[in-house]
């Protein structure tokens, strides 16, 4: 009997989920305890980060061998497309505007997180990569969180200012119903998910290198 694509998901998002103490920076910036120059290499690196993954979105849109997997592909990228002038506008609030964003160096062990989306998106099953990437979320949600609370508490952003981060933080149905879609369609097509589960492990290890990276 095929398995639940909600099993399937709780299983990858429980085994793949981070340590309590494996991001050093969020705690920092939900105390207080960040610089600001921390927040502005921040926001330069998920400029190129969001910028990346909206492409590597639509690639893996395009390959996908069925309907739920490109739709959900495709809303991804969607949402790239929506968050980026949020991203924009933490920047400005960081004292970075667009010509500070671009010309911003950014660090390879920021940059690895996007690189391997980019992999993914060459050289992975469609299917796997959707499993990979949807475990990661809501350790990403959390952190977004964590990271909005500090801005406001500590820093003095308002919510324009935070938008990027609650953004992420605030629940997403129909992306969740989209991937147990195209889970449950591979599912009954009968893929196993252990090469995604390997993938995903990567994809959370590239997550905290970013993080950590920032943290110095």
């Not at 340590?19 to 920076?25: A, F, I, V």
Request: aromatic letters at 12%; one cysteine or more; charged letters at 20%.
């Amino acid at each position: 009997m095929t398995i639940p694509a909600r099993d399937l998901l709780e299983t990858a998002r429980r085994e793949l989920a981070p340590g309590p103490d494996d991001n050093r920076l969020v705690p920092l910036v939900a105390a207080g305890k960040a610089g600001r120059e921390v927040l502005g290499a921040l926001a330069g690196e998920q400029y190129r980060i969001i910028n990346s993954d909206w492409r590597s979105f639509l690639t893996l849109a395009a390959r996908g061998g069925d309907g739920p997997t490109r739709e959900f592909f495709a809303g991804l990228a969607h949402g790239e497309g929506l968050v980026l002038p949020k991203l924009v506008t933490f920047a400005a609030a960081c004292g970075m505007d667009e010509a500070a964003l671009r010309e911003y160096r950014p660090r390879a062990g920021c940059q690895a997180y996007p690189a391997y989306v980019a992999w993914l998106a060459l050289n992975a099953d469609p299917r796997d990569a959707v499993l990979a990437l949807v475990a990661n979320f809501a350790a990403w949600g959390e952190y977004c969180g964590a990271v909005a609370r500090g801005l406001r508490e500590h820093y003095g952003f308002d919510d324009n200012g935070c938008a990027f981060f609650d953004f992420f933080a605030s629940p997403a149905p129909e992306v969740e119903q989209q991937a147990l879609a195209a889970v449950q369609t591979a599912l009954d097509a009968g893929w196993d998910s252990a090469t995604a589960l390997g993938y995903g492990r990567l994809v959370q290890d590239y997550e905290l290198m970013f993080w950590n990276t920032l943290a110095g």
